[in-house]
């Protein structure tokens, strides 16, 4: 059985910081693509970004430039790391494996002044 656990959101201003994780279990990891998505409230989850088992990654457009997605195989865990934030960014982030699974809780990530 897949678990997700995702961790690390908060609140912050424009133009700043944060670092998801998520810790994932029941599957193996080192072969497996993971994915970000976010929902901003009232609207559908959207994908933000892949990395393969291989490394290679993906980004919608809005967040290239600015997020980072990066994996640990020996600690089981993928982290999205969000620079220069903008507040439409707000959203719950969720991660989840490919093809899709059972969602976690997300972590609440929102930016305002």
């Known amino acids: 059985q897949v678990q997700l656990v995702e961790s690390g959101g908060g609140s912050v201003q424009p133009g700043g910081s944060l670092r998801l994780s998520c810790k994932a279990s029941?599957?193996?990891?080192?072969?497996?693509?993971m994915t970000w998505y976010r929902q901003i409230a009232g609207k559908p989850r959207d994908l933000v970004a892949t990395i393969a088992r291989g490394g290679g990654t993906y980004y919608e457009d809005s967040v290239k430039g600015r997020f980072t997605i990066s994996r640990d195989n020996a600690k089981n865990t993928v982290y999205l790391e969000m620079d220069n934030l903008e507040p439409q960014d707000t959203a719950v982030y969720y991660c989840?494996?490919?093809?899709?699974?059972?969602w976690g809780q997300g972590t609440q990530v929102t930016v305002s002044a």
């Open positions: 029941g599957i193996n990891f080192s072969l497996t693509t």
């Open positions: 989840n494996v490919v093809p899709l699974t059972t």
